[in-house]
Nanobody, 122 residues
Framework: QVQLVESGGGLVQAGGSLRLSCATSERTLATYNIGWFRQAPGKERQFVAGITLSGVRTRYADSVKGRFTISRESAKNTVSLQMNSLKPEDTAVYYC???????????????WGQGTQVTVSS
């Protein structure tokens, strides 16, 4: 059973920062690549960032490059998403996902967390 538990969402003003965390098991981190996706109201879920098993390779959506950073904290069995310079258009429910390698996003999401709300006010 793969479990992914997100935390760290909230309300922040434009230009501010938030750090999301995805807690999972050591086995999951050793088996799957991990990624963050987001879904805004009325829109499809979209890829945000991905990281490989080794933590060496990362990939980002163009809309967040230079502002967001994904990282693995193996000692805590978590994958974090540091979000800086937030914009109102970043408002969405953010989901953590785990899955096998995909050459485009680094993972094909197979398992999902329950999501955490991020709201950026202007």
């Amino acid at each position: 059973q793969v479990q992914l538990v997100e935390s760290g969402g909230g309300l922040v003003q434009a230009g501010g920062s938030l750090r999301l965390s995805c807690a999972t098991s050591e086995r999951t981190l050793a088996t799957y690549n991990i990624g963050w996706f987001r879904q805004a109201p009325g829109k499809e879920r979209q890829f945000v960032a991905g990281i490989t098993l080794s933590g060496v390779r990362t990939r980002y959506a163009d809309s967040v490059k230079g502002r967001f950073t994904i990282s693995r904290e193996s000692a805590k069995n978590t994958v974090s998403l540091q979000m800086n310079s937030l914009k109102p258009e970043d408002t969405a429910v953010y989901y953590c996902a785990a899955g096998p390698y995909n050459g485009v996003q680094l993972l094909t999401p197979q398992y999902w967390g329950q999501g955490t709300q991020v709201t950026v006010s202007s």
